[in-house]
């Protein structure tokens, strides 16, 4: 599956948000990228440009690529309600996403992998489709075989946050969805009305 493999640092300076994470580099050089650095003259963006950056942001933040991304989209004009509250459910109802999530992988990168080789189940049944979309009722687990792995040991034993849309059982290793997640449980920095504005071109 086609996904962004380049610098993320650099991805993150250019939105000036830890988008991937904590980032010490960001930290340090809290300006965009470019050999001018701090001291180049940015001149007002306009609103196209600052609508784009927000869908840009919004794709490398969940890591969808640009087809996939228009489709959510696509599918959340379709349905009744604010539009871009729910693109971002949409986003949250991934599998990789939740995967992430529970805390069963430290990056959503981690979690897509974990998917792709067949680690995690959905419903008792190994899926490894990162893009798979969950619904409500769905009781996400780790595969039997890959219960003992130390990569998701590792990202258990470091994970704090309970997210109040799942449900974690940390004895049989399974976390169902209880509710779609409202716009105050998703704590991405995304401005998701001008994603909907650029769209509705």
Not at 15 to 22: A, K, N, Q, S, V
Not at 167 to 175: A, F, L, P, S, V
Request: charged share 30%; aromatic share 8%; net charge positive.
């Amino acid at each position: 599956m086609a996904r962004y493999t380049g610098p993320k640092t650099k991805i993150a300076r250019k939105f000036r948000d830890p988008i991937y994470g904590p980032d010490k580099y960001l930290d340090k050089k809290n300006y965009p990228p470019g050999q001018h650095g701090p001291n180049k003259r940015r001149g007002k963006q306009s609103e196209y440009a600052t609508q784009l950056a927000e869908k840009q942001k919004a794709k490398y933040t969940y890591g969808i690529l640009e087809k996939q991304f228009s489709n959510l989209f696509k599918k959340a004009n379709a349905k009744s309600g604010i539009t871009g509250e729910i693109l971002l459910q949409l986003c949250e109802a991934r599998l990789d996403n939740t995967v992430f999530r529970l805390g069963l992988a430290k990056t959503r990168d981690g979690a897509r992998q974990l998917v792709s080789h067949r680690h995690i189940t959905v419903n008792n049944k190994i899926v490894n489709i990162p893009s798979y979309s969950l619904r409500v009722g769905d009781v996400v687990g780790v595969r039997e075989k890959s219960k003992s792995l130390a990569v998701i040991s590792e990202a258990l034993a470091g994970n704090s946050k309970v997210f109040e849309w799942l449900d974690w059982n940390g004895n049989t290793m399974e976390g169902e969805v209880k509710a779609v997640p409202t716009r105050d449980q998703i704590p991405e920095n995304i401005k998701e009305q001008l994603i909907v504005e650029l769209y509705s071109k």
